[in-house]
Every structure is written in structure tokens, then in C-alpha cells.
């Protein structure tokens, strides 16, 4: 089963948290453990890091991905396709990529009806090192924002903090202090902080998840 304990699981947060490349671990590490998983894409918000960009990987690891209806274009405002609303139906494993901030979460309260009925984990996933996002309040102010568009309540946290293709072991273990004050604000149990597969940590060993690094801009 690994990290995920609900059927509808909804990854939400900042633009630029590095949420979708967490989608894909997490969709792909479902779909290895052996169960039947969509990765259902709804940033409608970021035109060039999408969940749909990446379904070649995802098809290949056995994931089903539901994307806009425009991704892998240049269009900046792509439709959500109606399968959406029937996959969180489904019996299976479902993880929403959503786009960030509250503009992205507004796409995601379309279907707030079937997502609440299904009780999902909604994920909060946090980067100490993102403008706007760099201290504890500012955080939970853009949670706030964002629960407030979808029409949907956070339920846990990640600290997905990451400096990009210069994220080293000091990178991640600054950044815990800082998700356990997020955690301890808001009240939502922080699951784990993620790591680059190649970094080693110095110190942290407690609550860290390593992860692939799927996502990346074109000059990494």
C-alpha cells in the first residue's frame, strides 16, 4: 500500500512545490506495490509541468493518467475531460494533481462533491524555499486559500522542500523545522519530508521518503 492510506488522494499546494513530480512517485509507487491506480492530472494552471506530460513513464509503470483535454500543448487554458468525475468513482487508487494556489484548486471544486463523498487524504505539500511560501504563516495562509477554492479541507502534510538540481542533504534537513511548524499551526500530521534518491542525508532519518526526480526544467 505504501505512504497513501485512502482511495482519493488530492495533491495540493503552492505553484512551483514540486507537487506534480510528487504525484509521480506516488502514483507509480502504488501501481509497483501491485494495485490499480489513476493519476488524474488537473493543474490547469502551469502549462509546462503537468502530470499528462509525463504518461509515457506512467503508462509504462502501469498507471492510468487522465489529463486536460489540451495537455501537451501550447494552449494556456485547457478543458477537464468528464472521465474525471467517474475515475474518483472507481474503486481503484486515485491521485489528483492539482494546479497551484487557489486558481488551480478552483478546477478541483468542480468535483468537489464526488471528492468529499469519497473522504480523500488531501495533501498539502510545502517548500520552505518557494516565494511566498518561505515562512510557517505564509504557508498556511496560501492552505487557507487554496481549501477555500476547491471547497475541500486539508488532511495531512509533505515537505517536498527542494532547491531544485542544488538540493543537497543541508537543503532538506533545514527545511524540517520549518514543516513541523507548518504541522503544528494547522494542526495536520506532517507524513514525511522527501529527498532526492542521490542525496544522502547527514542526520535526518525519521519521516524521510526518497523520491525520483521525474520533473525538471530544461536547463537541469
Not at 503537468?50 to 492510468?64: C, K, M, N, Q
Not at 511566498?132 to 477554492?149: D, H, K, N, S
Request: negative net charge; contains cysteine; glycine residues 8%.
Amino acid at each position: 500500500m505504501g505512504v497513501l492510506t485512502e482511495r482519493v488522494n488530492v495533491v495540493c499546494g503552492h505553484y512551483g512545490t514540486g507537487k506534480t513530480n510528487l504525484s509521480i512517485n506516488l502514483a507509480i509507487e502504488c501501481a509497483r506495490s501491485g494495485e490499480s491506480v489513476t493519476l488524474i492530472d488537473m493543474d490547469v494552471v502551469n502549462p509546462y509541468f503537468r502530470s499528462a506530460d509525463y504518461a509515457d513513464i506512467l503508462t509504462r509503470e502501469g498507471v492510468r493518467v487522465i489529463g486536460p483535454n489540451f495537455a501537451n500543448t501550447n494552449l494556456d487554458t485547457p478543458s477537464l475531460p468528464g472521465a474525471i468525475a467517474g475515475a474518483i468513482e472507481m474503486g481503484e487508487r486515485v491521485i489528483i494533481d492539482v494546479g497551484g494556489d487557489d486558481a488551480g484548486a478552483t478546477a478541483l471544486g468542480v468535483y468537489s462533491r464526488q471528492i468529499n463523498e469519497a473522504e480523500p487524504d488531501v495533501i498539502y505539500v510545502i517548500n520552505r524555499y518557494r516565494s511566498l511560501t518561505t515562512t510557517p504563516p505564509e504557508a498556511v495562509e496560501i492552505l487557507r486559500e487554496i481549501e477555500g477554492a476547491a471547497r475541500i479541507k486539508a488532511t495531512k502534510l509533505i515537505n517536498n522542500s527542494h532547491l531544485k538540481s542544488l538540493t543537497d542533504a543541508r537543503t532538506v534537513e533545514d527545511s524540517i523545522p520549518f514543516a513541523e511548524e507548518v504541522s503544528r499551526l494547522t494542526g495536520l500530521p506532517l507524513l514525511f519530508s522527501t529527498v532526492p534518491r542521490d542525496v544522502p542525508l547527514l542526520s535526518i532519518r525519521d519521516k524521510i521518503h526518497p523520491i525520483e526526480v521525474f520533473v525538471k526544467t530544461p536547463w537541469e
